[in-house]
């Protein structure tokens, strides 16, 4: 991710949920470079610590908080400590998912396979949306950008229906937000 404008996010708070590793943690190091300051948001702990000890050396405003999206009061308490430590949220972006190591073929999700996926997937972000929206209107300022998949347009072998149904969910979720 590169901006043409490097001094476009200066200052901008974000918060990157999901970011511990992979996309996420792109995604962090990208909002980093570009003058953001980023909160790592992630229910890994030992993870968190690595990726702020790593995006040091980018910036030094950056921040981990331990969260799973699939509980309100964490994702309260997150968007609460980054106002109370930053005083505002510019960007959010909803990373936190994926098809979270469970079967794939129809007859052998579980109940709990389901709502693990759906809740990490969709749940996380309806939360996180719910919570940081007022916040960006009373200010009429923010970005918000949630991560779906092609899984949410085509059939998804490799992820499962349940990956399939939370991305075409945060899709659905991103379009009605957007006419609200």
Same mark, same amino acid.
Request: proline residues 1%; hydrophobic residues 45%.
């Given at each position: 991710? @590169? *901006? ?20 996420? *943690? +792109? ?5 980093? @470079? $570009? ?22 050396? =980018? ?5 981990? *908080?331990?969260?799973?999206? @699939? ?11 980054? !106002? ?23 007859? $052998? !999700? ?16 309806? *939360?996180?949306?719910?919570?940081? !929206?007022?916040?960006?209107? $009373?200010? @009429?300022?923010?970005?918000? =950008?949630? !991560? ?10 490799? +992820?499962? =229906? ?7 969910? =945060? ?10």
């Amino acid at each position: 991710m @590169r *901006f043409r404008n490097m001094e476009r996010l200066k200052d901008r708070v974000a918060i990157v949920t999901g970011s511990a590793q992979g996309l996420g *943690f +792109a995604i962090a190091r990208a909002l980093a @470079r $570009e003058g953001a300051w980023v909160v790592i948001s992630d229910i890994n702990e030992t993870g968190i610590k690595n990726a702020v000890e790593k995006l040091k050396g =980018v910036s030094e405003n950056v921040i981990g *908080f331990i969260t799973d999206v @699939r509980k309100k009061e964490e994702v309260v308490r997150l968007v609460n400590s980054t !106002i109370d430590k930053w005083g505002r949220i510019d960007i959010l972006v909803n990373n936190a998912g994926g098809a979270l190591h469970t079967p794939h073929k129809l007859e $052998e !999700i579980e109940e709990e396979h389901w709502d693990l996926v759906v809740d990490v997937n969709l749940k996380g972000t309806f *939360f996180c949306c719910q919570q940081v !929206i007022p916040k960006m209107v $009373e200010r @009429r300022k923010g970005s918000i =950008v949630n !991560i779906s998949a092609l899984a949410a347009h085509w059939r998804a072998s490799l +992820a499962g =229906v349940q990956y399939t149904a939370a991305k075409a969910g =945060v899709e659905g979720l991103t379009r009605q937000l957007a006419y609200d």
